[in-house]
């Protein structure tokens, strides 16, 4: 036996699930190969640890469960603590929309071909603002961040948080916010995966939106484990750049718009911006996070239930 | 699914209040648990089990009932978590987190739990739910949708990056024959 084959095989063998002769030929094997004994005892270290992790006393959810699956639409507490799921769809939205067509395996060639190119100029480009506008605990909220590729300036409903090559403002009345935010990590297909095989693309053709003529390509979520959503994202068809995002979730049969996003790109930003508030000083922040997303909007979201124009 | 289960996720199905809450009674310590060893921080943990039976019943009647109901619900509970990874960017430190005497009551084996954490994403989630909550590869396939030998290969790769943790506890050792070693 080699090595190769039996490194295969100590998980049964920790766990005794390997047949008596698979058994017998692992252990002349380990006779003669210090290595794989040493494999062998850390899969069985691992097997009793994997036994320790089998036990956990579960706290009582119920009240925050029921209280929400029966409190009507607009009263629920914030799904989760300390979060801003807000935030997150706004992320979900970029990301689906910009980064979802590089694992999707059906899709109109038109539509991928589209959103493809966007991809690519994101990449490409070195600035951005972007302006989000989300929906948490019913009420709406802003969120707007300025980004180059080392520097973010971020604001939660005019708080301000400032960051700059791995370290934050340590603004006590914001929340210590940990990344940089590079307009290059829109496109993170690692996002993409809770999603996979249950989008489609759909090219809808051209659009107006706010005055100006753009492409609007539809993202649709069919999966039984989630609600119903939609993102819709238009694209200027001259620099291959978003410029809005909304995102859609289907609730008591109408399509409601929890999300709204807007990009401006390859801006000016100067220096000033991303100067600490006074008073501030700066830390260091350690395991700085990769492939963070943003999103944006310009005006509030109108409506409970809209359609794009 | 058995016939009791399959009553228990018709009533559900159908909104019943006393199914959810006899799906809350048997499933929400197994959705906990696998929250907590996805998560590493019992806060989050709360929140992706509170937010998994929320989804879940809000999505009932989406769910086509083809699968076993844990197995749907650690679906949504994967999700829930990716969700709130992806947003939580004041990320807690997970040696922080286990370092709390009140979250090691939970974490019950620190040190592997740990290693867990520092395991990419997809080999933590294959890890946990075939070894820690026993579903087959095909199960945690359906969870996680990936295909079964992907997942069989990540469940591999996991253990093999935690056999190694281990070792490198213990004094180095080389294979006896270099020829046979792929070391």
Request: glycine content about 6%.
């Amino acid at each position: 036996m080699k090595c190769q084959t039996a490194e295969r095989l100590f998980d049964d063998y920790a766990t005794g699930n390997l047949p008596e002769t698979t058994r017998t030929q692992l252990q002349e094997h380990m006779r003669s190969c210090a290595s794989c004994r040493a494999q062998a005892d850390a899969a069985q270290r691992l097997e009793l640890q994997c036994a320790g992790l089998k036990k956990a006393d579960a706290p009582d959810l119920r009240d925050r469960i029921f209280h929400q699956v029966s409190s009507p639409p607009g009263t629920q507490e914030k799904p989760m603590n300390k979060t801003k799921i807000g935030i997150s769809l706004a992320l979900a939205t970029a990301v689906c929309a910009i980064a979802l067509t590089s694992v999707l395996s059906i899709k109109p060639a038109s539509a991928m071909t589209i959103v493809k190119r966007s991809i690519k100029a994101v990449q490409q480009v070195r600035t951005a603002k972007v302006i989000t506008w989300y929906r948490e605990g019913g009420e709406v909220h802003t969120r707007t961040v300025w980004s180059d590729d080392k520097r973010t300036r971020e604001e939660v409903d005019g708080k301000v948080c400032v960051f700059k090559d791995g370290k934050t403002s340590n603004d006590p009345e914001h929340e210590a916010y940990i990344s940089v935010i590079k307009p290059s990590e829109w496109t993170i297909e690692s996002m993409l995966a809770a999603y996979r095989n249950a989008m489609v693309p759909t090219d809808l053709g051209m659009h107006e939106l706010n005055g100006r003529q753009l492409r609007l390509i539809r993202f649709s979520l069919d999966h039984e484990a989630l609600p119903p959503s939609r993102w819709d994202y238009y694209v200027d068809d001259t620099s291959n750049l978003p410029v809005q995002l909304e995102h859609y979730q289907r609730q008591n049969g109408d399509w409601v718009k929890v999300t709204q996003a807007t990009y401006e790109f390859d801006i000016a930003l100067t220096d000033s911006l991303f100067e600490l508030p006074a008073g501030r000083s700066w830390h260091t922040v350690p395991n700085l996070p990769t492939g963070e997303v943003i999103g944006g909007v310009q005006e509030p979201l109108d409506g409970e239930s809209s359609k794009p124009k | 699914l058995t016939s009791s289960e399959k009553n228990l996720v018709e009533r559900f199905r159908g909104g019943e209040q006393e199914a959810f809450d006899e799906l809350y009674r048997l499933m929400h310590g197994q959705v906990y648990r696998f929250a907590l060893r996805l998560t590493g921080h019992t806060e989050d943990a709360e929140d992706v089990a509170v937010q998994t039976f929320i989804e879940a019943y809000r999505s009932r009647q989406g769910w086509r009932g083809t699968s076993r109901i844990e197995t749907w619900l650690y679906r949504i509970a994967v999700h829930t978590a990716a969700r709130a990874r992806r947003t939580r960017r004041h990320h807690p430190m997970p040696e922080q987190e286990l370092a709390d005497p009140g979250a090691s009551e939970h974490v019950g084996s620190i040190e592997l739990q740990q290693m867990l954490m520092d395991l990419p994403e997809d080999l933590r989630a294959a890890f946990l739910l075939v070894k820690i909550e026993g579903l087959t590869h095909k199960e945690a396939s359906e969870v996680l949708g990936r295909r079964q030998g992907t997942v069989q290969s990540h469940v591999f790769q996991a253990s093999r990056l935690l056999r190694a943790q281990f070792l490198l506890e213990a004094p180095t050792v080389k294979c006896d024959d270099p020829k046979r070693s792929n070391l």
